[in-house]
């Protein structure tokens, strides 16, 4: 049987060309990421997966390169080569150093010795030139780029302890190295080191003063500043403006207010109506006017009594005369008075009216001063944190190098004295070279194993299949061992996955020749989804065909129409791979009368039509005799009748085709059908065989339902 046996399989277009059909719905029950939302590079997924694929590609080249190294180790072998060290203590760790450092250390552990610095000094040349010429006295081929490169000077872990190890072929030589390098070290430790320390503190001292001028000089600028706008800071002077704005903007409202209003009372007490208003509260003059209008009435009331002329008449005339003559008066009198008195209020506003404005003209030169005496104290404030900083570091520095010389007045100890090597350190470094050359073989290993997948045009997982030629993945048909390896499988024991108390692995049968619960499940998925395609109706005919052969595209229909049968539909399979016929094989049927001998004979459909055993839903038409013409045949009217009369009989026939690439056989049955399925196989269908056959599929009048990956080896999970 072929899950991995005869055809591959290629995507599938929802257009049918040269039918008129409705739109097709195509589901996807399968959890396959959209690669449109994946990064571009290699992910995590990508490689683990290329890794498991390429295991013997990895392990196979990893064994060849490390074995040729190994040879050529082997026959090409090291000279022995003798080491030996020595270790000093370059930091006291009595509790009088800790006490001592502690001035200027917060945590009394901490090291004041930078090591790193340390080290690139003890293998500078300067320092190395006396060792080099000592021993070039008793070694010639001796110089400094020979004795660096042979010389490890290293900090122990976190200690205060320098090793310095060298490495040679000849064990006298490298003891004597070792004797005067650490005899330089110590030296250097109690002349040189001290002597540049002391150097430091020289320096230190020079700058100080000048340090502490350039501090002393900011600090008076900035006092300066504060007595000239009498503030602390920019930030208080901002706020004593806001402040002053806020008071003087209600006192104008204030002033304006007051000024109205008395500009006002100006105005009305010397219009027409100003002495009704003015003389209104006027006592005095109210009084006269009342006299006056009392007098009219005498006068009134005395007229119907007597003549005009009679000296009652006249005498109260003349009183009201005198009375007129004082009320004017008193009027004039009481009008200035009102008049100058709004006069002086007036006056008075507009006087404070003016010193207002004068104490807001000088509030609004505050606010315009304001950036520059946030920009000069700023200023300042930056430069006297820059001078302060360099001044308590060259301050810090200067205690430092004080401890560092009260220390090296110790001078360093030597812990370790070096000895002369009696055992060759090969063994060390055959075992590193053997793990070094381990690491690159398998380095090797998974470049050439990338090299070889970046070289593969098959797809490796549905995922890849769907992403590259961008049409609805109809099923994921996954790898099936009872297909690889057994092509004499009955399908009648393969039934017995369908019976439901029939007890079964969950991957695969163990000794009863079954097929896996997940084959069973993916071909039950592909069928419900060949269901759901067609919103028009069903489909009851289908070809399904690869783009090459070798893809299982004969095992994907016949296990198609079994299980189409099993679902209740009366279907009929029939080989129309009249060149490498297949399906009579699968179902163990005789392939004497079948679908050639049905075409150029007079047979009918009954007499070459076979029922499969056990499925009574399930007829088989076999490829018969081979033709020498198979093209012709498949051509012909009586295939395109019989094609009508099947799917008239049956409700799905399902139609096994040669591959599209390179042969017409397909192109000339799709077109009477309902669509084409194309089958791909993983890890075997090339892209470019695939993508060319859907191209030349694209030509015909055929509807492309959709493509199906078989012989997919990675694991689904169980449910």
Same mark, same amino acid.
């Given at each position: 049987m072929e899950n991995n046996s005869y055809k591959s399989t290629q995507g599938v277009n929802t257009e049918r060309k040269g039918n008129s059909q409705a739109p097709l719905f195509q589901p996807q029950?399968?959890?396959?990421?959209?690669?449109?939302?994946? !990064? /571009?590079?290699?992910?995590?997924?990508?490689?683990?997966?290329?890794?498991?694929?390429?295991?013997?590609?990895?392990?196979?080249?990893?064994?060849?390169?490390?074995?040729?190294?190994?040879?050529?180790?082997?026959?090409?072998?090291?000279?022995?080569?003798?080491? /030996?060290? =020595?270790?000093?203590?370059?930091?006291?760790?009595?509790? +009088? /150093?800790?006490?001592?450092?502690?001035?200027?250390?917060?945590?009394?552990?901490?090291?004041?010795?930078?090591?790193?610095?340390?080290i690139q000094i003890l293998k500078s040349p300067e320092l190395m030139r006396s060792v080099v010429l000592e021993l070039q006295k008793k070694y010639p081929d001796i110089n400094y780029n020979v004795l660096l490169l042979s010389l490890t000077v290293q900090r122990v872990g976190e200690t205060k302890i320098i090793e310095v190890r060298y490495s040679s072929q000849d064990p006298d030589q490298v003891k004597a190295v070792l004797d005067r390098i650490a005899k330089e070290y110590i030296e250097y430790s109690q002349e040189r080191r001290q002597t540049k320390l002391r150097q430091g503190i020289r320096f230190i001292a020079r700058e100080l003063p000048s340090l502490q001028n350039r501090v002393d000089q900011i600090q008076k600028e900035l006092q300066i500043l504060k007595q000239k706008f009498?503030?602390?800071?920019?930030?208080?002077?901002?706020?004593?403006?806001?402040?002053?704005?806020?008071?003087?903007?209600?006192? %104008?409202?204030? =002033?304006?207010?007051?000024?109205?209003?008395?500009?006002?009372?100006?105005?009305?007490?010397?219009?027409?109506? $100003?002495?009704?208003?003015?003389?209104?509260?006027?006592?005095?003059?109210?009084?006269?006017?009342?006299?006056?209008?009392?007098? +009219?009435?005498?006068?009134?009331?005395?007229?119907?009594?007597?003549q005009e002329e009679n000296p009652t008449v006249q005498t109260l005339k003349e009183r009201r005369a005198y009375l007129l003559q004082l009320l004017h008066q008193e009027a004039q009198q009481q009008m200035q008075e009102k008049i100058g008195l709004a006069e002086v209020q007036l006056q008075r506003l507009e006087v404070a009216n003016k010193e207002l404005m004068k104490n807001e003209q000088l509030l609004e030169q505050k606010r315009?001063?304001?950036?520059?005496?946030?920009?000069?104290?700023?200023?300042?404030?930056?430069?006297?944190?820059?001078?302060?900083?360099?001044?308590?570091? =060259?301050?810090?520095?200067?205690?430092?190098?004080?401890? %560092?010389?009260?220390?090296?007045?110790?001078?360093?100890?030597?812990? !370790?004295?070096?000895?002369?090597?009696?055992?060759?350190?090969?063994?060390?470094?055959?075992?590193?070279?053997?793990?070094?050359?381990?690491? $690159?073989?398998?380095?090797?290993?998974?470049?050439?194993? =990338?090299?070889?997948?970046?070289?593969?045009?098959?797809?490796?997982?549905?995922?890849?299949?769907?992403?590259?030629?961008?049409?609805?993945?109809?099923?994921?048909?996954?790898?099936?061992?009872?297909?690889?390896?057994?092509?004499?499988?009955?399908?009648?024991?393969?039934?017995?996955?369908?019976i439901p108390k029939v007890r079964r692995s969950p991957d695969k049968s163990e000794e009863t020749g079954e097929y896996s619960t997940k084959f069973l499940e993916a071909l039950r998925v592909l069928y419900t989804n060949l269901q759901l395609l067609n919103s028009d109706g069903a489909i009851r005919s289908l070809v399904i065909s690869s783009a090459t052969e070798g893809d299982g595209k004969s095992t994907v229909a016949f296990h198609l129409a079994i299980i189409a049968a099993t679902m209740g539909q009366r279907v009929l399979i029939v080989d129309a791979d009249l060149r490498q016929p297949t399906i009579h094989k699968l179902a163990n049927v005789s392939t004497e009368c079948g679908l050639s001998n049905l075409i150029s004979s007079n047979l009918s459909v009954d007499e070459v039509t076979t029922q499969a055993p056990d499925i009574t839903q399930l007829n088989i038409i076999a490829a018969g005799s081979i033709p020498p013409d198979p093209a012709k045949l498949l051509s012909s009217e009586k295939m395109k009748r019989l094609m009508q009369e099947f799917s008239q009989r049956f409700d799905l026939v399902i139609y096994d085709v040669p591959p599209f690439l $390179?042969?017409? +056989?397909?192109?000339?049955?799709?077109?009477?059908?309902?669509?084409?399925?194309?089958?791909?196989?993983?890890?075997?269908?090339?892209? /470019?065989?695939?993508?060319?056959?859907?191209? +030349?599929?694209?030509?015909?009048?055929?509807?492309?339902?959709?493509?199906?990956?078989?012989?997919?080896?990675? %694991?689904y999970g169980d449910y």
């Open positions: 029950p399968f959890s396959v990421p959209d690669t449109q939302e994946e !990064e /571009s590079g290699l992910n995590v997924a990508k490689v683990v997966s290329l890794l498991q694929r390429r295991a013997l590609v990895i392990a196979g080249v990893s064994l060849i390169a490390t074995l040729a190294i190994a040879v050529h180790s082997t026959l090409n072998p090291k000279p022995t080569v003798y080491e /030996s060290n =020595f270790r000093l203590l370059v930091e006291p760790v009595n509790e +009088d /150093s800790k006490a001592v450092t502690v001035v200027n250390e917060p945590n009394p552990v901490q090291s004041t010795l930078d090591y790193e610095t340390q009498n503030l602390n800071d920019p930030e208080s002077l901002a706020s004593q403006i806001n402040n002053q704005t806020l008071e003087l903007s209600s006192r %104008r409202q204030e =002033f304006d207010l007051q000024l109205a209003q008395a500009r006002k009372n100006l105005a009305i007490l010397k219009g027409k109506d $100003g002495e009704t208003v003015g003389l209104s509260d006027a006592q005095t003059y109210q009084q006269l006017l009342a006299q006056v209008r009392q007098l +009219d009435v005498q006068i009134a009331a005395a007229l119907n009594l007597l315009r001063q304001l950036p520059v005496f946030t920009r000069q104290y700023t200023e300042l404030q930056r430069r006297l944190q820059v001078a302060t900083e360099s001044l308590n570091r =060259f301050l810090s520095t200067r205690e430092n190098l004080k401890i %560092r010389i009260s220390q090296t007045e110790l001078g360093w100890q030597l812990l !370790e004295a070096p000895l002369r090597p009696q055992l060759a350190a090969n063994s060390s470094y055959s075992i590193r070279g053997f793990l070094t050359s381990l690491v $690159g073989s398998i380095a090797l290993g998974v470049v050439t194993a =990338f090299l070889l997948d970046k070289i593969d045009s098959t797809y490796h997982n549905v995922q890849a299949l769907k992403a590259d030629i961008k049409l609805p993945l109809i099923g994921n048909i996954p790898f099936e061992e009872q297909l690889d390896s057994s092509q004499s499988l009955n399908y009648q024991r393969w039934l017995l996955n369908l $390179g042969l017409a +056989d397909a192109s000339l049955i799709a077109p009477s059908t309902d669509g084409v399925l194309m089958v791909v196989k993983i890890d075997k269908t090339d892209s /470019s065989v695939l993508k060319a056959a859907i191209d +030349d599929l694209k030509l015909l009048p055929v509807n492309i339902l959709g493509v199906v990956g078989n012989a997919q080896k990675s %694991r």
